[in-house]
C-alpha cells in the first residue's frame, strides 16, 4: 500500500467513523456533548425470550469485568434463565401458587443463579434443544407452569419429593443439559469454577429504588410480580437515584436499568427515550419560552417527531409513587446503561444498550433516555457498591 493510498484511506476511515457516530446518535435536531462512554460487549439479540433482566445484567457483569481489566467474555444468558426457571419453579410451589412464575425477573436473579450454578461461555451452552434456530420460550413455559400447577392440585395434598426430578428433566428437555464440564481457551473448567475465575465478587452488587410510600435509606421488598425472589432493595430519594446514576458512570461503573418502556416517550426505533409535554405547567427545560411562540401545529409536530430537543416534563417523588401505584409505571423491560451525554440545552441522557440486537434500529441497538424519562420510568437500578457516592453509601450502611 502507498503512502498515499494509506492516507487516503485513513481520512476515509476518520471521515466514515465521524459519520457512524452521527448515523448512530438519535435525530439531527439534537447536539450532544459527551460525558462519559463506557467499555461494553457487542449487542445482543434476546430474539422470542422474555428475559431482558437476564441479557441486561449479563451485559453488566461483561462491562464490569472489562472495567476490572479482564477480557471480553461472551456468557451465556440460556445457562442462567435455564436454573432460573428451575428455581421458580420451587419457589412457586412453596408458595402454593401465591407467587410469580414466568419468563420475567430480576436482575439479582442473575446473582443469585451465578451463586448458586456458576456460569459458563455462550460456546459451551447454546441453550437450543427444541428444533428451532433462534430462542422462544413460550411453549415453555406455559408448559412448566402446567406441570407446577398439576403438582399443587394433587388431591392428596402430600407432594412428593420426586416432582423436581421431572420439572427440571422437562426444562432440560427443551434447553438442553448444561455440560458439568467443558474446556475453554484451552483450560477445563465446571461451571462454577468457570464463575471463580472470572474475579467477580458478586456480594459488591446492590439493588436501588426510590419509593416515598417505603422509608429512605433502608432495605424494601419492591413489590413487583418480577421480583419471583422477594429481593430486598435500598430504597432512596428520587434526586439520590439520580445521582447515583451520574456518579457511577462518572467513574466508569455502567448500571444494569429496569424500568418501563411503554410510554409514548419511548423509541428504540428513533434511538429516544423522552418524557415530552406540551403543558407549559409541568415543563423544565430552557426551551420553554421558545415553545410557547410555535403554534399548535409545529408543537405537535416536534412532540410526535423525534426530531428535536421538545420541553419535558418535571417528576419528583410524588409524580414517581403515583404512577407506579397506578400502573402506569410498571418493570417491563431491563437495559444497560453504559453512557452519558448531555443534549444542548443541559439535559442528562443516558447511553442504553437494549437486547433487540444491534440491527433493530439504525443505531446499534442503542438508546439515549433523558433525565425526565429516567426520573418517571426508573423502576430500580444495580450497581457496584463503589459507584454509589461516599454520602449516600454512608446512609444506606454500605
Not at 457512524?20 to 460487549?41: E, H, I, N
Not at 449487542?43 to 428475559?51: A, H, L, Y
Not at 422462544?136 to 423436581?164: C, F, Q, S, Y
Not at 397506578?326 to 443516558?350: A, E, F
Amino acid at each position: 500500500m502507498t503512502k498515499n493510498i494509506l492516507l487516503l484511506t485513513l481520512f476515509v476511515f476518520i471521515t466514515s467513523t465521524s459519520l457512524w457516530a452521527q448515523d448512530k446518535g438519535p435525530r439531527s435536531g439534537y447536539k450532544f456533548q459527551t460525558v462519559a462512554d463506557l467499555k461494553t460487549t457487542p449487542v445482543k439479540d434476546q430474539q422470542s425470550v422474555g428475559t431482558c433482566w437476564d441479557y441486561a445484567t449479563i451485559s453488566f457483569l461483561e462491562s464490569e469485568l472489562l472495567r476490572m481489566g479482564k477480557p471480553e467474555y461472551n456468557l451465556a444468558e440460556i445457562f442462567v434463565a435455564k436454573n432460573a426457571y428451575y428455581e421458580k419453579g420451587v419457589r412457586y410451589i412453596q408458595f402454593h401458587g401465591n407467587n410469580n412464575f414466568s419468563e420475567g425477573g430480576q436482575a439479582h436473579d442473575v446473582i443469585a443463579m451465578i451463586k448458586k450454578y456458576g456460569i459458563v461461555p455462550e460456546e459451551a451452552y447454546i441453550g437450543l434443544n427444541y428444533g428451532r434456530d433462534f430462542h422462544i420460550h413460550a411453549e415453555l413455559v406455559a408448559a412448566l407452569k402446567g406441570i407446577l400447577d398439576g403438582v399443587n392440585a394433587n388431591p392428596n395434598k402430600r407432594i412428593t419429593p420426586t416432582w423436581t426430578e421431572g420439572f427440571r428433566a422437562y426444562i432440560e428437555s427443551y434447553l438442553g443439559t448444561a455440560p458439568e464440564k467443558f474446556t475453554y481457551q484451552g483450560k477445563e473448567y465446571t461451571p462454577k469454577s468457570f464463575a471463580e475465575s472470572l474475579g467477580l465478587n458478586l456480594d459488591d452488587y446492590v439493588e436501588i429504588t426510590s419509593y416515598e410510600a417505603f422509608p429512605f435509606h433502608e432495605e424494601i421488598e419492591l413489590p413487583i410480580p418480577d421480583n419471583w425472589m422477594h429481593g430486598r432493595y435500598y430504597n432512596v430519594p428520587l434526586d439520590e437515584l439520580m445521582e447515583i446514576m451520574r456518579y457511577a458512570l462518572e467513574n466508569g461503573y455502567t448500571v444494569c436499568w429496569d424500568g418501563d418502556v411503554s410510554h409514548n416517550g419511548f423509541s428504540h426505533g428513533s434511538g429516544l427515550a423522552i418524557l415530552p409535554t406540551d403543558n407549559p405547567e409541568e415543563m423544565i427545560n430552557s426551551e420553554i419560552s421558545k415553545w410557547t411562540t410555535l403554534s399548535d401545529k409545529e408543537r405537535k409536530s416536534r412532540l410526535n417527531s423525534f426530531e428535536a430537543p421538545v420541553p419535558e416534563m418535571k417528576v419528583d417523588d410524588a409524580k414517581r409513587q403515583a404512577t407506579f401505584n397506578s400502573r402506569q409505571t410498571t418493570d417491563d423491560h431491563l437495559m444497560h446503561i453504559t453512557g452519558l451525554l448531555k443534549d444542548q440545552n443541559g439535559t442528562y441522557y443516558y447511553k442504553t444498550k437494549n437486547s433487540w440486537a444491534e440491527d433493530s434500529n439504525t443505531f446499534g441497538g442503542y438508546l439515549y433516555m433523558s433525565e425526565p424519562y429516567c426520573r418517571l420510568q426508573t423502576v430500580a437500578i444495580m450497581v457496584h457498591k463503589n459507584a454509589i457516592p461516599k454520602a449516600i453509601r454512608k446512609k444506606l450502611g454500605l
